[in-house]
């Protein structure tokens, strides 16, 4: 017994020996609930661009409801590329941004409400192909910023491009376009963002160059949570990263998304006597031939030809 007892006392000190250590075994999840929000440090000129020259981050208009204020306005990086040909210097706007995600949201500044604007969104391929064509729908009382799921999936590491066109009036439409590219985490940033809170996975993504879902992440925390300090500095110091400072205190609206638009149809016409081909038969004299076969006389040969052999007969 007495030996017992000493075994037994020794396996409650090991016990308690472990139990003390758990604390400092916890999984990261845990601990990481606990630490302040990590820092959002990103330089805008090492950051991986998918774009290419043509892009439009503003949109143009020169007068009309789209211009009294802010300009059409795409929420993303963007940088210029000065090119020269046959002696004419022009620079053109890269508009680009990296995602982790099969279907990210992009964001738009909106400068009226959306409530009765016509809008068309268009999706393409590197080659130009036409991928999804459809309309930023919703309602809103005013300007402000939207944040729009993609309807489709992307293919990782192919770049897309992107516009979106208002029409501001009778007479007016405004665009902004730019690219944007799924690319897949690494292991132990997928890791980091599977346990961090909201806060946390805007600076994990903004820090390894993802903008696309950095943004989307802090868009979020604004709309939620309007007037928290800290996801507000965040925004501000953000936005003005990406030369987009005049746009630090819009709003973010519980607005849009992306639906279906029917493409326009070319209504068929009517094939004329000059596009009816050598073997086509006109209605009439098919009419025609068909009423002979249905009523034969008793005393006619059974005629073997076929209607457009009949129909050619009868020149």
């Known amino acids: 017994m007495p030996l017992l007892n000493s075994q037994n006392l020794r396996r409650n000190l090991l016990g308690a020996i472990v ?10 999840s845990v601990a990481a609930q606990q630490l302040p929000p990590l820092p959002i440090e990103f330089r805008p000129g090492e950051l991986a661009n998918p774009g290419r020259p043509g892009g439009r ?4 208009g020169s007068r009309g409801s789209c211009q009294e204020g802010l300009p059409l306005s795409a929420i993303a990086y963007a940088d210029t590329q000065v090119i020269t040909e046959l002696g004419v210097t022009r620079t053109d706007e890269i508009v680009g941004t990296l995602t982790t995600i099969a279907q990210p949201s992009l964001l738009f500044y909106l400068p009226q ?5 016509p809008t068309e969104f268009i999706l393409k391929d590197s080659s130009e192909r036409l991928l999804y064509q ?3 729908i919703g309602s809103t009382d005013g300007n402000g910023i939207v944040v729009a799921p993609l309807p489709v999936a992307l293919s990782p590491n192919m770049p897309y491009q992107w516009s979106l066109t208002v029409d501001c009036n009778e007479t007016e439409r405004t665009t902004v376009s730019g690219w944007i590219e799924r690319r897949s985490p690494s292991d132990s940033l997928a890791n980091d963002l599977g346990e961090a809170d909201s806060q946390n996975r805007a600076a994990l993504y ?5 903008l ?3 943004l989307t992440e802090l868009a979020s925390l604004r709309k939620l949570r309007p007037d928290d300090a800290i996801v507000e500095r965040e925004w501000q110091d953000f936005l003005t990263a990406l030369d987009l400072s005049d746009l630090v205190n819009v709003p973010v609206l519980d607005c849009c998304v992306i639906s279906d638009a029917p493409m326009e149809l070319t209504e068929p016409t009517e094939p004329t006597e000059e596009t009816l081909p050598e073997d086509s038969v006109e209605p009439s004299t098919v009419e025609e031939a068909t009423e002979d076969i249905q009523t034969p006389t008793e005393s006619s040969e059974p005629d073997t030809r076929t209607i457009l052999q009949r129909a050619r007969d009868r020149g």
């Open 206 to 210: 903004a820090n390894a160059g993802f």
């Open 113 to 117: 409400a959306l409530s009765n604007t």
């Open 134 to 136: 459809g309309q930023l």
């Open 19 to 28: 139990l003390a250590a758990l604390p400092f075994s916890l999984p990261y």
């Open 57 to 60: 981050r503003r949109g143009g």
């Open 212 to 214: 696309q879902d950095a």
